[in-house]
C-alpha cells in the first residue's frame, strides 16, 4: 500500500523493514481525563491502519503508551486529593471502556511510563555517552545543536525555531531550544533514583525508550495528531536517533492525522469547545462517530458539527437496517430455484471489494472505502426488494462481503456498551436489584447501584422500569 | 490540476476563484546576500508551476516581493557602511543575474516593501479597527489570542505554542505568541512615520500589504519553502484574514516545496555547508542545477551532492546533443519519400506528451514528466540512427515537441550568461578593450574592465586572448 510519509512529504509504497511484518508505535492519551474528541480520531484511525495491514497479511506489533507522569498528571493529582498512581489506573480503565465503544482494538503492547524508568534511564544514558546530552544540576537535556538535522520532521531551519525562544534566568539549560530528557526532584512530586539523582522522566523520552524496548531502534510506522509534529515527534526522533547511534532513521514512515474542528474552528479551552470523546458519546452513538471519524481522509481537517454527526448517524442505521433485513430474509426467503443471477451478483461484489482495495491502498482512503461499502448496502438492498426469493449463495455472499468490510472498517461494532461489563451482567444486576428493593433489601439494592457506580454506570428509576446509562464526568 | 494544499494536506483539484485567472503570490529574497541554493529550489520549481499553470489558460498574475527592510538588511548595511536601500538595490540587481542564469522569469510584480509603507500601514489600521492587534509604546502587536485559528495552517495548537515561549522582561507584548506588525524606531535604523510614531515594519506584515493590493484580498496559491509554514505564513494568514474582516481565507492553496539537503543534512551556516546559488553555478553548469531541482517531486527533501549535479548536468547535455544532432541533420538528411512511418512516430510523440500532461497536472510531479522528456530524446536519437533519411515532417514534430517541453520546464534555457548583459555586447567590449590596450588606451581599457565589473563580469587575461566569467562575492 501508499502511505504519505512526513518525513518526505510524499506518499510512498510501503515496505517493511522485516518481510512480513510491522513495527507500529502511536503515541497514547495522558490519562489525566476522559481523552477528547479530538484524540479519538487518531485511535480510530489508526485503528483501521493496523486492521488494514493485517489484512494485507503483515504480523503488526502495534503499541501504543499510557503517559501516567507528567505535569498535568501531578497536577490533576494534587487537585483531586489522590496519588498520581491512582489518578492513572482510573483513566487508563476509562481509557479501555471508551476505545471499546468507539470499536478501537487494545494495543499489542501498552506500556506505561512509570513502569519503564530503568528502560527512560538506560536510554538517556546512551544519548549522553553519543555526546548528545548533558547532565545540569540534577537536570538532563537534550543538546539540539549537537544534532544536525533537528528540525527534518518538522522542517523548521534551526535559526527560526530559535528567534523565538529563550533562556529564561534561572534556567539549567544551555540553550533555549533544549529539552528535558530527565527533571530532578520537587518536592511533593513522584520520583524515582537516577544516575542523575531522584528525579522523573521529561516530556519526550518515555516514547523512545518504549519503542526501542518492544519495537526496536528502527521501526516501520510512527503515528499521531499532526499537531504532535512539534515538538513531540521531533524530539523523539533526536532522541532515539541520537540514543541508537546506528545512524538509520528511527522512522521510516511518520504518519500524521488532521485536526478536528468544532463548528469550523480548532477544538480548545479558551474557545469553550473542547469536549470528551465520553461525553459526545452521550449525544452521539458511538458507532456514529466513528463512522464520522472514517467519512474523511484521515489527512484532511475534519468538521464535528450535529449535522455531519446525524448524517453519520444515518450511515451507521443504514447499514445495520441492511445487515438485518437480509439476516430476516435468509430465514425465510431462501430458494436455490430462483432465477436471480448470482453470477452477476458475484461480479459486481468483487469489482466493489477491487475498488475497495485500490481505495485503502491509496493512503488509507477510508472516505472512498465506506462509499464502495456502501456499494454492497445497495446492492443487497435492491436485490432484496426486487426479488422474493434469493438463492443461499446470495445469502453467503452478502454476509462474508459484510463481515470482510465491517471486520476492516471495524463497525457497526459492539454499539452503545461503554462498560467493562457486557449488558447481560448490567441488566441481571439491575433485576437484582429492582428484586432487593421489592423485598426491601436495600441494603443489597445500594450494594449494587454503587458497584454499578464504580463501573462507570449510572441508573435511572422511572416509571416504566430502571433504565441504565454511561455515566459523565 | 491537482495541487497539494497544506491547509488541508491533501492533493485538491485546483479551482481558482475566478475563472481563467489565477492569482499567485510567492515569497521572495531577503536582499542583504546573494540568495542561498536551498533558496533556488522554490524561485525554480514556482517559476515551473507558473509556467504550466500558463500553459493549461490561466492568466497568471505572479507576485514575488522583495524583502528591503529588516534587521538583516539594518545589520548587513552597517556592517557594509553603505545605507540600507544600497545593498538593497546591489542585491536585488544580483537576484535578477542568477535567476535568468536560472531559466527563472521575471515576476509580473516585484514590490519592495520600503516601496508600501503606506499600504503596510493600511493593513495594520485595518486589523486594529477589527480588534487582533494593539498598539504598545510605539510598537504594534497582533493579538494571536483573538484570532482562534492560530495554528490552522502550522498545524499547532495555541497551547502547545505557548508552552515554549516567553514574554521577556522589557518586552512590550501582552503574550508570548504576540508578534510585531510595526517597530517602533530606534536609534542608527531607517524609519518611517505612521500612526503610532516614527518606526518600521515587522517581519510578516508587508506580504500581506503586497498581496492584497496587487492580487486581491483572496487569492489562489500561496508559495514558498516549506520552512516559512511557520512562523511567516501562519502569521501572514492571520494578518490578511484580520484586515480583511471578510471571512473568507487569505489563501485557498498554500503551496510548499520541501528541504535541500546538503550532502543528506540540512543546509546551515553552523555546519558549514552553507553555499549561494551564484557559488554553486562557478561549479556546475546553471542548467545542471535547474535540471536537478526538477528531477525531484518539489515537496520531497533532495540531497544536492556533487554526484546528482552530475547526473543533472549528463541529463542537460544529453538533451542539447540530441537537439544538436537534430538541427543539424535537417540541413542535410531531408528526404520526404524517406520509409520512415511517420505516423508511429507522431502516435508516440502524442501518448508522450500525454503521459507528461498528466504528470504534470498531478501535483506537479516534475519528475516523472522529465522521464518523458527523455522519452522524446531517446525516440528522436533513435530515428536520426536508424534512418539515413527522414521526413520533413519528423523534424518539425520533433522541435515543436522539444519547444514546448523545453518552453514549460524552462530548460535548456539561456544556459552561462549571469549577466543583464547579453554575450555579444560582453563580446564586443573584450574585442574594443583588447584594441585599446593594443594602442596602449589604458584609460579606456580600464574603463571597460570597471563597466564589466560592475555589472559582475570578471575579465582574466590568459595567452590565448581575454577569458570573462561571473564574479564570486
Known amino acids: 500500500m501508499e502511505l504519505f510519509n512526513d518525513l518526505t512529504r510524499r506518499k510512498e509504497l510501503f515496505t517493511p523493514i522485516k518481510e512480513g511484518e510491522v513495527t507500529f508505535y502511536s503515541c497514547g492519551p495522558t490519562v489525566y481525563d476522559f481523552f477528547h474528541i479530538g484524540n479519538s480520531r487518531p485511535f480510530i484511525v489508526f485503528d483501521v491502519l493496523r486492521r488494514w495491514l493485517e489484512y494485507l497479511g503483515y504480523k503488526v506489533t502495534f503499541v501504543q ?4 507522569i507528567d505535569d498535568k498528571m501531578i497536577k490533576r493529582a ?19 471502556r471508551d476505545a471499546k465503544a468507539l470499536g478501537i482494538r487494545p494495543p499489542t503492547v501498552a506500556p506505561k511510563a512509570t513502569e519503564h524508568i530503568n528502560e527512560i534511564i538506560d536510554t538517556i544514558s546512551k544519548i549522553i555517552k553519543n555526546g548528545h546530552a548533558y547532565v545540569s544540576e540534577g537536570d538532563v537535556y537534550f543538546d539540539v545543536k549537537s544534532w544536525p538535522n533537528y528540525g527534518s ?7 527560526d525555531l530559535e528567534a523565538g525562544a529563550r533562556v529564561e534566568p ?4 544551555k540553550d533555549p531550544l533544549d529539552f528535558a530528557l530527565w527533571k530532578a526532584k520537587k518536592s511533593g512530586e513522584p520520583f524515582w533514583q537516577s544516575p542523575w539523582g531522584e528525579g522523573r522522566p521529561g516530556w519526550h523520552i518515555e516514547c523512545s525508550a518504549m519503542s526501542s524496548k518492544y519495537l526496536g531502534e528502527n521501526i516501520d510506522i510512527h503515528s499521531g495528531g499532526v ?42 479551552k479558551s474557545e469553550g469547545n473542547f469536549t470528551t470523546a465520553r461525553a459526545a458519546m452521550q449525544k452521539y452513538p458511538p458507532m456514529a462517530i466513528r463512522f464520522f471519524m472514517l467519512s474523511a481522509h484521515y489527512r484532511s481537517p475534519i468538521n464535528f458539527t450535529p449535522e455531519a454527526l446525524e448524517q453519520a448517524a444515518n450511515g451507521v442505521a443504514r447499514l445495520k437496517n441492511c445487515i438485518d433485513d437480509l439476516n430476516f430474509a435468509s430465514k425465510s426467503r431462501v430458494d436455490n430455484n430462483s432465477d436471480f443471477d448470482i453470477q452477476i451478483f458475484e461480479k459486481e461484489l468483487t469489482d466493489l471489494k477491487a475498488k475497495f482495495t485500490d481505495a485503502m491502498n ?17 446492492l443487497v438492498n435492491s436485490s432484496l426488494k426486487d426479488n422474493a426469493a434469493l438463492p443461499e449463495k446470495f445469502f453467503e455472499l452478502s454476509k462474508s462481503a459484510f463481515d470482510f468490510y465491517n471486520d476492516i472498517l471495524g463497525l457497526p461494532g459492539q454499539d452503545e456498551n461503554l462498560s467493562e ?18 423485598a426491601k433489601n436495600f441494603k443489597r439494592s445500594d450494594e449494587i447501584r454503587d458497584f454499578l457506580k464504580s463501573k462507570g454506570i449510572t441508573l435511572e428509576d422511572t416509571p416504566q422500569g430502571t433504565k441504565w446509562k454511561l455515566s459523565v464526568n
Open 65 to 68: 503508551n499510557f503517559t501516567d
Open 78 to 96: 494534587n487537585e483531586e486529593g489522590i496519588t498520581v498512581k491512582e489518578l492513572a489506573e482510573k483513566f487508563i480503565a476509562e481509557y479501555y
Open 153 to 159: 520532521l518538522c522542517k523548521q531551519n534551526l535559526d
Open 170 to 173: 534561572g534556567e539549567k539549560k
Open 227 to 268: 499537531d504532535l509534529i512539534f515538538p513531540h515527534h521531533e524530539n523523539e526522533a533526536a532522541q532515539s536517533e541520537a540514543a541508537s547511534g546506528n545512524n538509520k532513521p528511527f522512522v521510516n514512515y511518520w504518519v500524521h492525522n488532521g485536526f478536528l474542528l468544532i463548528d469550523n474552528k480548532k477544538m480548545s
Open 362 to 378: 491509496d493512503d488509507l482512503n477510508t472516505a472512498a472505502a465506506i462509499g464502495d461499502l456502501f456499494g454492497v448496502v445497495h
Open 421 to 438: 461489563l457486557d449488558e447481560n451482567e448490567i441488566e441481571n444486576l439491575i433485576t437484582e436489584r429492582t428484586n432487593a428493593r421489592k
